[in-house]
């Protein structure tokens, strides 16, 4: 269990606040809240002389409680927006509006490519964060060639991809309360215990979330029969675009996410519900890089960190806090992979380019030679140039084969049945 931070009265945190921290410790403050770390990291801070681990949380909750704002009034849902926070919302709106403006038509192939792919990637892994068990090839392979899920797992994941499909095609309708039980149907299609349940909301509060290993109860949502009066609030959060005080939109995304889960309106799916919520409303809020980018692969490599970002929220005075600075990194971090990963597709494009030149080779066999030159010690197998592309093993086995026959590669035995390829010798 998460250890509670120390219990501060408000008189305590009141003047705390009115009479301020020395420098020193405004500095620890300020780097506490960059990363708006909970108390299990705070109290193991180095301090000046004098200074306890209790009095630094004490400073810490003074200055979040002088910029906080109550975002859900119900339950008392609280957030302070940080400095780090605003930077991070102002390096997207810069990254997001400029980082396809290279003078290429919008609907070129590369573009389109990068768009179907990072849509299965979504659909991926947000369905393996809730269960869903099978390899990305066989994943991606199901999907381009539109084939019948096999399983509960693929069933899962086509739900995912389908739902995704369906919100950037109505991403400027209004969020109601059937769009939200459709966006459910859609995504818990025949994957739940009782058919019944996917498109409608939970009649018992026999729902509650557990830890996935120790099997505890970690927590209790609130009563199904409040269940119409969220439906009503979180569709007037999501469609006002006059609020009295304004959040900027991907925060609002985020509190739009945390509410659904927060709910659990749903007997399950409420986890890929929230994720696909948060989507729209970045698409909705012209945010379309979203498109080209995986955020549920993050999470999942996280998801630990992502459960206790709500378990902070929840012992801290329902302070989400830790669930926007979790999202927001894991934004970050998705932008990055995103660039990083088409760099290296346009390095490997450029440099491949010299052996298409050469003639009788295709662009994927191409950028096997390049990584091969550049990496002269690498043996690929059948399997690695399945998941590099995204191809069956039939066509990666055809590409390598072909390269061996040109006299490029050299077939080596790795053990009795997989076979491995090298660069040819030179002589």
Not at 151 to 163: D, H, P, R, S
Not at 181 to 187: G, K, N, T
Not at 344 to 368: C, L
Not at 388 to 393: A, E, K, N, R, T
């Amino acid at each position: 269990m998460i250890e509670l931070p120390p219990k501060i009265d408000k008189k305590t945190l009141v003047n705390a606040l009115l009479k301020g921290s020395d420098a020193e410790i405004a500095t620890i403050v300020d780097k506490v809240n960059a990363d708006y770390e909970y108390w299990d990291k705070v109290k193991y801070k180095s301090l000046p002389e004098g200074y306890t681990p209790q009095m630094l949380w004490t400073y810490v909750k003074a200055s979040r409680l002088g910029s906080m704002m109550t975002v859900w009034n119900k339950y008392g849902i609280k957030l302070c927006i940080t400095s780090q926070m605003q930077r991070i919302c102002h390096d997207f709106d810069m990254k997001f509006g400029s980082f396809w403006e290279d003078g290429n038509d919008a609907q070129n192939p590369e573009k389109k490519y990068y768009l179907s792919s990072s849509l299965m990637e979504e659909a991926i892994y947000s369905s393996k964060m809730e269960g869903a068990s099978t390899t990305r090839v066989v994943a991606k392979e199901m999907l381009r060639k539109k084939k019948s899920p096999q399983n509960k797992a693929q069933q899962m994941i086509v739900n995912n991809y389908n739902t995704i499909q369906y919100i950037v095609d109505h991403k400027d309708d209004p969020l109601t309360e059937e769009g939200l039980l459709y966006i459910h149907r859609l995504m818990t299609e025949k994957t739940l215990d009782n058919p019944d349940d996917a498109g409608r909301f939970r009649t018992n509060d026999k729902v509650v979330v557990a830890d996935m290993v120790e099997g505890d109860i970690v927590y209790t949502p609130p009563s199904y029969k409040e269940i119409p009066e969220f439906t009503e609030t979180l569709c007037g959060f999501f469609n006002n675009d006059s609020p009295r005080t304004f959040i900027h939109p991907i925060i609002k995304g985020i509190i739009v996410h945390f509410m659904l889960a927060y709910m659990h309106p749903f007997v399950d799916g409420n986890g890929r519900t929230a994720r696909a919520l948060f989507y729209w409303y970045m698409l909705k809020e012209n945010y379309k890089l979203t498109e080209y980018m995986s955020i549920s692969r993050v999470i999942a490599k996280s998801k630990p960190s992502y459960e206790k970002a709500f378990r902070y929220t929840e012992n801290d005075g329902n302070d989400m806090g830790y669930f926007v600075a979790y999202n927001l990194r894991a934004l970050e971090l998705s932008f990055q992979q995103l660039r990083d990963y088409i760099q290296r597709k346009q390095r490997e494009k450029k440099a491949a380019s010299t052996f298409m030149m050469a003639g009788n080779v295709n662009q994927r066999q191409a950028i096997v030679l390049q990584r091969l030159t550049d990496e002269p010690d690498t043996i690929l197998t059948v399997k690695d140039v399945q998941e590099l592309f995204s191809v069956s093993s039939m066509t990666a086995r055809k590409d390598l084969s072909d390269l061996v026959q040109q006299g490029y590669l050299t077939e080596i035995a790795i053990n009795k049945v997989t076979r491995g390829y090298i660069k040819k010798q030179e002589g």
